[in-house]
């Protein structure tokens, strides 16, 4: 695998998808557990939205893994370590990207064991962990270089 460059599109595209995303789950009733926890139909789409958010960010890691470092990585841990070593996230970074890849595999896996409460607690307390992930990406790939809005 040789490198070939990192696609503007595709970062523009997964980096509004993902703020769509957390947009959405903000939009949820998350200050208020009871009602939040009452609607089912609140805490599907909030799996859903952060699924796809984070699947979203993990696409990033690994596209700018693979176009500007020919470095393949096909599971999201991979994606959090080869982030780290090639220096574009730094340990607690690539600390909480590889969380993130944990509960994410836990949701597509193991989805009948995250309980409405967890789920409610992760979109509550840790959206901006998801933003942060990707405005380090971002920033760390030269948003200038790829004419990326800042």
Same mark, same amino acid.
């Given at each position: ?39 089912? &139909? ?69 989805? &009948? ?38």
């Amino acid at each position: 695998m040789t490198p070939t460059g990192i696609d503007p599109k595709v970062l523009t595209q997964r980096a509004a998808w993902i703020l769509e995303m957390i947009g959405a789950l903000r939009d949820l009733p998350l200050k208020n557990k009871g009602e939040f926890l009452q609607n089912r &139909h609140n805490v599907a789409a909030a799996e859903s939205y952060l699924r796809r958010s984070l699947e979203a960010l993990f696409d990033i890691g690994r596209h700018i893994l693979a176009k500007r470092f020919a470095f393949p990585a096909t599971e999201y841990k991979e994606i959090a370590r080869g982030l780290l070593d090639k220096r574009i996230l730094n340990e607690d970074e690539a600390e909480l990207m590889r969380k993130i890849a944990g509960y994410r595999n836990r949701m597509a896996h193991f989805y &009948h064991e995250i309980t409405p409460d967890e789920l409610h607690e992760i979109c509550l307390n840790h959206l901006d962990e998801i933003k942060l992930l990707l405005d380090r990406m971002l920033q760390a790939i030269n948003a200038k270089e790829l004419d990326l809005p800042k």
